[in-house]
């Protein structure tokens, strides 16, 4: 088999993962935190061989400290969610 | 300029730059690849963009519906996309071998697996508009949430419908000899990152939201 058809065969299986995932009896943060864990697992192995960032190590690490800059930088607003569905304790 | 002994004007020869002084391609990568690239990241951000707002709306909305009850409309749309990323590839490695019908061929099934895929996507949204859910109200709780899924879906699926003509255009003009093989490549990695969107758009839009 060639190293594509690997990397094919092991998305379809993390994909049916996710699958399994949304089927157990856990609570919504397990279940976004395991789904989370496998989604990077399969866009990291799609980035690495179908898009060849494995061959090329300056652009991989370009991509990545970008996007994870990027990404990081979207996460401010977390807090503020919380706040707005739990309340804000200290202020009463 | 320089002038002969007999008073005619020469124009001077130009001597080719010596490679040291030409500028390197960044990354090593040619640059309508690089455009690629950089056109990715930005998409990347767009589409972290959709999803983190996505998730705050659901974070801090109590009653956020949970309408999907199949999952297997959902795998089949999966399968398809992620076949379509291994068809394309098989496209590209036709095309640097110099196969050019095997090529054409390729990415003519990866277009038609990218026309699946979308008519499959089609008909979900067509089912969930006979059950009420619209960009603004939906039957079963707030109304942000067919405007964030038909958001994030939509802008996925617009990607879909531009890398299926796309692949079309750019596989006959590959054929024809208009474009080559890196043309075909840089074009792979833009339906590739299309398929990566979608791994992270399953879980949080669909999965998370399944009725149980």
């Known amino acids: ?92 | 300029m320089s002038t002969t002994t007999r008073g005619e004007i020469t124009m001077p020869t130009p001597t080719p730059a010596p490679s040291s002084l030409m500028e390197k391609p960044a990354f090593s990568v040619p640059a309508k690849k690089m455009a690629m690239w950089l056109f990715i990241i930005a998409d990347t951000a767009t589409f972290a963009g959709c999803l983190v707002a996505y998730g705050f709306l659901r974070n801090a909305t109590p009653n956020w519906p949970r309408p999907f009850h199949s999952i297997t409309n959902l795998a089949v749309m999966t399968f398809i996309l992620l076949t379509s990323s291994l068809t394309m590839l098989n496209g590209v490695k036709a095309a640097r071998a110099g196969n050019k019908a095997g090529a054409l061929r390729w990415t003519l099934i990866t277009a038609a697996l990218g026309i699946a895929f979308a008519l499959l996507h089609i008909r979900e949204w067509m089912a969930l508009i006979d059950e009420g859910m619209t960009l603004l109200k939906n039957p079963w709780g707030t109304g942000l949430f067919g405007a964030s899924f038909y958001s994030i879906t939509g802008l996925h699926l617009t990607h879909v419908t531009g890398g299926v003509i796309a692949l079309i255009v750019v596989g006959l003009r590959y054929k024809g000899g208009r474009y080559n093989a890196d043309d075909l490549e840089v074009l792979g990695l833009y339906w590739h990152f299309v398929d990566l969107v979608w791994m992270f758009v399953v879980p949080f839009v669909y999965l998370l939201n399944l009725a149980h």
């Open chain 1, 1 to 92: 088999m060639s190293k594509d058809l690997i990397v094919y065969v092991c998305l379809l299986v993390l994909a049916a993962i996710q699958f399994l995932i949304a089927y157990q009896s856990i609570t919504p943060t397990q279940m976004f935190t395991r789904m989370i864990v496998v989604a990077v697992i399969e866009a990291s192995l799609a980035l690495l061989f179908f898009m060849h960032l494995a061959d090329n190590r300056g652009l991989l690490w370009f991509v990545v400290i970008f996007n994870g800059f990027v990404l990081f930088a979207m996460q401010y607003s977390w807090t503020d969610s919380f706040r707005i569905s739990n309340g804000v304790p200290w202020a009463k």
